[in-house]
């Protein structure tokens, strides 16, 4: 499966953007798929998980801030992100686990886009 993100940009402290992972394929079969970022250099590190819409998970320091959806339909990821601060800042990055029946694939990866929060 291919992943593309998009959205990404400048904004400034406090600002919103809304980010989208689009797949070549139907996601319908793809179990959870993750929003990762990485920082200048830092490590890439979980921003958030999502299996279901029931079924999402966050890290502690963007909790109440950013939501993760998905909608199978158009086969699309999204992160919305509010209240962004500087230490937002960084390549954010859409993953996904294989599709069901292609458990030996690897996860797919999308090529990033950029997130720059600075006044």
């Known amino acids: ?13 406090g600002g919103s953007l809304r980010l989208t992972c689009s797949a070549s394929e139907n996601i319908l079969g793809i ?5 990762h970022r990485e920082a200048p250099g830092g490590q ?3 921003v958030g998980r999502i299996r279901t819409e029931d079924f999402v998970r966050y890290a502690d320091s963007v909790k109440g ?22 230490e937002d800042t960084g390549v954010y990055y859409c993953n996904a686990d294989p599709p069901f029946g292609r458990v ?7 090529q990033g886009t950029q997130v720059a929060v600075s006044s």
Request: proline share 4%.
């Open 65 to 86: 801030r950013f939501t993760i959806s998905r909608d199978n339909a158009k086969n699309q990821m999204f992160l919305q992100m509010n209240a962004l601060k500087v």
């Open 1 to 13: 499966v291919q992943l593309v993100e998009s959205g990404g940009g400048w904004v400034q402290p």
């Open 44 to 46: 890439r590190e979980l």
């Open 31 to 35: 179990e959870e798929m993750r929003w």
């Open 104 to 110: 030996a694939d690897p996860d797919s990866w999308g």
